[in-house]
Nanobody, 124 residues
Framework: QVQLVESGGGLVQAGGDLRLSCTASGRTFGNYAMGWFRQAPGKEREFVAAISWSGGSIYNVDSVKGRFTISRDNGKNTVYLQMNSLKLEDTAVYSC?????????????????WGQGTQVTVSS
């Protein structure tokens, strides 16, 4: 079993930056692919970014490419999401997820463990 805890969310003005963290406990973190998803009120969950055990990454190109960066520190069992130039439409609950395979995927059903989520609110 893996437990995931997100932190770093909050209220930020449009154009600002935030860094989210997700710390895992319970099993070997380094072998897992990790992903970030978000869900805005009234909308379906949306893929944001994912990173493999070795650091290879994929992004939701339409929404966040060029503004968000995913990274991981296997020694700290932590994955990060650096979010720059935030927009109003980035407002959502952001959740991290872990997959019991090292290969990244954008499909939420392919992930085995989920955190509780952290709220990100971007104001004008």
């Amino acid at each position: 079993q893996v437990q995931l805890v997100e932190s770093g969310g909050g209220l930020v003005q449009a154009g600002g930056d935030l860094r989210l963290s997700c710390t895992a406990s319970g099993r070997t973190f380094g072998n897992y692919a990790m992903g970030w998803f978000r869900q805005a009120p009234g909308k379906e969950r949306e893929f944001v970014a994912a990173i493999s055990w070795s650091g290879g990454s994929i992004y939701n190109v339409d929404s966040v490419k060029g503004r968000f960066t995913i990274s991981r520190d296997n020694g700290k069992n932590t994955v990060y999401l650096q979010m720059n130039s935030l927009k109003l439409e980035d407002t959502a609950v952001y959740s991290c997820a872990a997959r019991r395979l090292p290969v990244v995927t954008q499909f939420s059903t392919h992930y085995d463990y989920w955190g509780q989520g952290t709220q990100v609110t971007v104001s004008s």
